[in-house]
């Protein structure tokens, strides 16, 4: 699988949009690119995934760069809640290596 | 809430000590995959279990080993423990195994300490 760059850490306003990079430059044709996030050493949670397209559900939209090189995760309106470590992992298998994350700060 | 489950919460044991965990998987999920957390670290695939078969090991050492029941729960066993085993061990389950496009949802995990 490929390998994953992020940010170690970021911050936002509450209520403002929170975009996190992540750059996956080696990924190959058939790896999808996922995003979890993990809040006080819970299980991660699934948020998005896509292989091509930009992808929107209830929690995020994801926007993956037409080489899908890198993608960029957005929480449209951050709340404080959101603060968490986010990883984002692309995977062509049945196991997710994951990276060390970004450490998302939401303040108010 | 993922439906996946894993017990217990915490747990402390000795070096050189043996230690089970288990995993119920979400209804429907076939797949079964393990991952070990150390403090600060993203998590690291253990294993994965698909229709009781094993079916892909990360870089762990033998004595990790697991087992998956009729009904798609799961066990992790670690002999011999060491003091680098103390982590969050998480269990993550999937609809099928080798498809990337198969969410795995992830279960709250178990803490392990082992002293």
Known sequence: ?108 | ETGVTQSPTHLIKTRGQQVTLRCSSQSGHNTVSWYQQALGQGPQFIFQYYREEENGRGNFPPRFSGLQFPNYSSELNVNALELDDSALYLCASSLEPAGAGETQYFGPGTRLLVL
């Open chain 1, 1 to 108: 699988d490929a390998k994953t760059t992020q940010p170690t850490s970021m911050d936002c306003a509450e209520g403002r949009a929170a975009n996190l990079p992540c750059n996956h430059s080696t990924i190959s044709g058939n790896e999808y690119v996922y995003w979890y996030r993990q809040i006080h050493s819970q299980g991660p949670q699934y948020i998005i995934h896509g292989l091509k397209n930009n992808e929107t559900n209830e929690m995020a939209s994801l926007i993956i760069t037409e080489d899908r090189k890198s993608s960029t995760l957005i929480l449209p309106h951050a709340t404080l809640r959101d603060t968490a470590v986010y990883y984002c992992i692309v995977r062509s298998s049945g196991k997710s290596t994951f990276g060390d994350g970004t450490t998302l700060t939401v303040k108010p």
